[in-house]
C-alpha cells in the first residue's frame, strides 16, 4: 500500500520555526517529483516547494521565498520542509505529495500529483 505520513506540525509563536518530515511507505521516492501544499480555510490550495527526484531543482511560492527550504533523502524515503520565520498567515494544514516525472514548477503550479499524505497542522499565533 502506497502512504504518506507527515509530521512535525504544532502551534508556534510568529518568527518562530518547524520542520515537517513526510515519510514514505510501500514504494521508493527515487524517482518521484515531491512537493509540500497547504490550505487554509477559505482560501485556495497553494503549492508551497516542490523539488525534483534528484533534489538538483526546486519550486518555492512567492510567499514563503527566503523563509522556507524543501530538502529531500531517498536513501531514508523521506522529504522536509523547513520553515522559518513564520507568520500567522501561514497557518494552515499542510501536505506532502508525490508526482512521478514531472517538474517542480508544474508540480507546485497545477497541483499534479498522483498520491496525497494525510494532512498536519500548523498554526501560527501569539
Known amino acids: 500500500q502506497l502512504q504518506l505520513a507527515e509530521s512535525g506540525g504544532g502551534l508556534v509563536q510568529p518568527g518562530g520555526s518547524l520542520r515537517l518530515s513526510c515519510a514514505a511507505s510501500g514504494f521508493t521516492l527515487d524517482y518521484y517529483t515531491i512537493g509540500w501544499f497547504r490550505q487554509a480555510p477559505g482560501k485556495e490550495r497553494e503549492g508551497v516547494s516542490c523539488?525534483?527526484?534528484?533534489?538538483?531543482?526546486?519550486y518555492y511560492a512567492d510567499s514563503v521565498k527566503g523563509r522556507f527550504t524543501i530538502s529531500r533523502d531517498n536513501a531514508k524515503n523521506m522529504v522536509y520542509l523547513q520553515m522559518n520565520s513564520l507568520k500567522p498567515e501561514d497557518t494552515a494544514t499542510y501536505y506532502c505529495?508525490?508526482?512521478?516525472?514531472?517538474?517542480?514548477?508544474?508540480?507546485?503550479?497545477?497541483?499534479?500529483?498522483?498520491?496525497w499524505g494525510q494532512g498536519t497542522q500548523v498554526t501560527v499565533s501569539s
Open positions: 523539488i525534483s527526484s534528484s533534489g538538483g531543482n526546486t
Open positions: 505529495a508525490t508526482q512521478l516525472i514531472t517538474t517542480p514548477q508544474t508540480m507546485c503550479v497545477r497541483s499534479l500529483v498522483a498520491y
